[in-house]
């Protein structure tokens, strides 16, 4: 067995559908979502071909005999979605202290969790559930560190559901429509189109990182003006 052409298709989308089918694609969303090793899944490409694989395009993209049943996508997907995410916040409410807490893990790190803190502080938890299901590695960790945060379970149940029915649906059924608009560029536009759509899901987030650093940076040269006014101040005084 050839181990580094299996590492490489661990990684390739098109690999895992062709080998795996539809009951591999749905085990790796749940492996993605609830299992902490799996962040590096490429759920986005891999939901948005699985979806052209189950259109008329199937064939000219994975071959002769691999269309899948987009029935059992539109369920199995956001069902091992939620699912996985419920698993990584119970991980969070029973491990996550000890596993955030361990200063030699370079994986699970305490600052992951004053991050997300933040996180939730700035969109509240429902949209900070929500929007981390378009973002790669933030929607695995993001569960179990809403779980060490003791973010209610019922909260998290409503808004996980509704993240990821939003986030494999979406995926699915834009490879399922323009699976044929999709099939003679999909190895070298399906990244862009990807990483295009994760941007705008996470474009709120970028307005609001800006809107904070400005205000930041306003609220520095307020202070900065009033030390000032401030040290004259006190430099005339001294002089009378």
Not at 93 to 109: L, N, Q, T, Y
Request: hydrophobic letters at 50%.
């Amino acid at each position: 067995m050839d181990y580094n052409q299996l590492a490489v298709n661990l990684l390739d989308a098109k690999s895992l559908i062709s080998s795996l089918g539809a009951i591999g694609l749905i085990a790796i969303i749940f492996a993605e979502t609830g299992l902490l090793v799996g962040f590096f899944f490429p759920g986005d490409s891999l939901l948005i071909i699985a979806g052209v694989a189950a259109s008329n395009a199937a064939s000219s993209v994975l071959g002769d005999g691999t269309k899948l049943p987009i029935g059992v996508l539109l369920i199995g997907a956001p069902v091992a979605a939620v699912a996985g995410a419920q698993l990584g916040h119970l991980i969070g409410v029973k491990a996550g202290p000890k596993m955030f807490d361990k200063p030699e893990s370079k994986i699970f790190r305490r600052e992951y969790v004053l991050k997300a803190e933040e996180y939730f502080n700035k969109f509240g938890p429902g949209k900070a559930v929500v929007l981390a299901r378009f973002m790669p590695i933030v929607r695995t960790f993001l569960n179990p560190v809403a779980g060490t945060l003791e973010m209610p379970a019922r909260t998290f149940f409503l808004w996980n559901v509704i993240g990821g029915v939003l986030w494999t649906e979406s995926m699915l059924l834009i490879g399922y429509f323009f699976g044929d608009a999709l099939a003679p560029v999909i190895d070298k536009y399906l990244i862009p189109a990807v990483l295009l759509i994760v941007l705008l899901s996470v474009s709120p987030i970028l307005i609001e990182v800006l809107r904070e650093r400005k205000k930041k940076k306003a609220g520095g040269a307020e202070a900065v003006a009033e030390d000032g006014e401030a040290v004259q101040a006190g430099g005339r005084h001294r002089r009378g």
